[in-house]
């Protein structure tokens, strides 16, 4: 084997040996995966906090509700489905079509994401007839039924993305139980940031409801990622590699800017100032954009540092 085959071959091989960073999901086409996460962790966390506010402050609740919906319609799916190799044939991943849904998340995420879609349009039309004085009971029974359906294909929508970098073994950093969890917690304190943004346009009074809630679950938020990062550290050398490059190698930044102080600590201040005091429109325009950077923050550096496992034992020494 001549010099220049060998070193073909050692460079194809690599990945054989040493831990590698993936590129799919973030790199190229794949940056088109990161924004449709995005867009869903958004679009599903305003709506499923404007479920929340259906009853008590229905303006607010009917506007939020639709931008969420929009987030999932116009950007999460078409996102999705440039980056498929073949974006007309997603309808294949639909019962009875095909059984991929009993065991690809991507394939679940698809049909329940067409399904909140489908349920999410009813209920913002019963909403809207309410809104205008055609309620009735009937209506208000489609309503109910059509929220809870909503809901529950909406929390699905959030965290599938989660479940289906936790079941891939080969990346260490993703698989566990948390990620999940993270995906959801976070998408739903991004959706509280969102819903005050809206209910500064439409006049109802929800932000210091909002702002009690946002400080919960930010808190809840940083526990999470904390007991994500420990256990990656424990998990394997490939996941604690990735720990590492996440909170002191070349995604620090994202870390520590994007998650940390934009995405957390920028909005808790916020939110305890809305305790003590009125806070400022310009202030809480601020907070709505800072947990909007945390989310985009979130998704990009968890997806950058997915480093693939090693199949040689050999790679443990790395």
């Not at 958004?42 to 404007?50: D, F, H, Q």
């Amino acid at each position: 084997m001549n010099a220049r085959t060998s070193r073909q071959w050692m460079v194809t091989h690599e990945w054989m040996v040493k831990p590698m960073g993936q590129v799919e999901w973030i790199q190229g086409k794949g940056l088109l995966v990161w924004l449709a996460e995005v867009f869903s962790a958004l679009g599903t966390g305003l709506y499923l906090v404007a479920l929340f506010f259906t009853q008590s402050h229905p303006l607010t609740a009917f506007w939020a509700g639709l931008f969420g919906w929009i987030g999932i319609a116009i950007f999460k799916l078409p996102l999705h489905f440039l980056y498929l190799g073949k974006p007309w044939r997603f309808w294949r991943a639909f019962p009875p079509v095909s059984g991929a849904w009993r065991t690809s998340w991507f394939a679940r995420g698809i049909v329940f994401t067409m399904i909140f879609l489908a349920c999410g349009a009813v209920q913002l039309i019963m909403i809207g007839l309410m809104g205008y004085g055609k309620g009735n009971v009937s209506i208000e029974v489609i309503n109910w039924i059509f929220m809870v359906l909503a809901g529950l294909t909406g929390v699905v929508t959030a965290i599938y993305c989660g479940f289906a970098m936790s079941y891939c073994k080969s990346v260490p950093f993703w698989n566990t139980g948390l990620l999940p969890f993270v995906f959801l917690i976070m998408g739903v304190a991004d959706g509280l940031a969102l819903i005050m943004g809206v209910a500064l346009g439409t006049g109802e009074q929800l932000i210091a409801t909002a702002e009690a809630a946002t400080r919960i679950l930010l808190i809840v938020n940083a526990l999470l990622i904390i007991m994500y990062l420990v256990n990656a550290n424990y998990q394997s050398s490939t996941a604690e590699l990735s720990a590492r490059e996440l909170v002191r190698g070349h995604m620090a930044w994202v870390f520590w800017l994007g998650i940390v102080v934009f995405g957390i600590v920028i909005p808790f201040v916020i939110a305890v100032i809305g305790a003590a005091t009125h806070v400022p429109t310009g202030l809480l325009i601020f907070a709505v954009v800072s947990h909007t950077i945390g989310a985009f923050s979130l998704k990009y550096g968890v997806l950058k540092v997915g480093i693939y496992r090693p199949l040689l034992p050999k790679a443990q020494a790395y």
